[in-house]
């Protein structure tokens, strides 16, 4: 097993990361309009992704192990001088583009927050929280034990 097999799992995943992070750039788009059908689908979209993508670490993972059980990627660039460029360039790409993802999914977490926040403020608006008024004790209160629950001690 060569490191060339690693570099081409290293290539697929650094694809579908740059696809993750374009899907992250139109949720936001989409939250924005609050367009919630094709949140929906593009949530589908992203779940799709995030699965090849585990299943791509897996194979990357199965890989690594056959250079040495515990080595990094940098001790397996360093172990194959003719992929050395290649395995540390992707790993480069792979952490902006991860980053850039995690930067964007905080953006559109705030975002769909703020969403709720307002939903919850005009539902307020529309529909107030009527208050209970009735005669009885206090919700929280209850008669201490021997005692009637109503005003007057009848054992006075």
């Known amino acids: 097993m060569s490191a060339e097999t690693l570099v081409v ?11 993750l992070y374009e899907l ?3 949720k936001t788009d989409i939250v924005k309009k609050g367009d919630t059908a094709a949140l929906d689908q593009l949530l589908k979209d992203e779940q799709a992704h995030v699965t090849a993508i ?28 003719a992929e ?15 980053s850039e993802i995690k930067a964007r999914n905080e953006l559109n977490q705030k975002l769909i927050h703020q ?13 107030p929280q009527e208050k209970e008024i009735n005669y009885g004790p206090p919700a929280g209160k209850k008669a201490k034990p021997g005692q009637s629950p109503g005003m007057f001690n009848s054992k006075a």
Do not use: G
């Not at 799992?9 to 696809?19: E, F, P, T």
């Not at 670490?57 to 397996?76: G, T």
């Open 24 to 26: 992250t750039v139109k």
């Open 54 to 81: 585990n299943k791509l670490e897996q194979e990357r993972l199965a890989v690594a192990k056959k250079f040495s059980p515990d080595a990094s990627l940098q001790e397996i660039a360093e172990a194959n001088p």
């Open 84 to 98: 050395n460029d290649q395995l540390l360039t992707i790993k480069e790409e792979l952490v902006e583009v991860i």
């Open 9 to 19: 799992i290293m290539n697929k995943m650094l694809k579908l990361h740059k696809s």
């Open 115 to 127: 969403s709720l926040q307002f939903i919850n403020f005009s539902k307020s608006l529309v529909m």
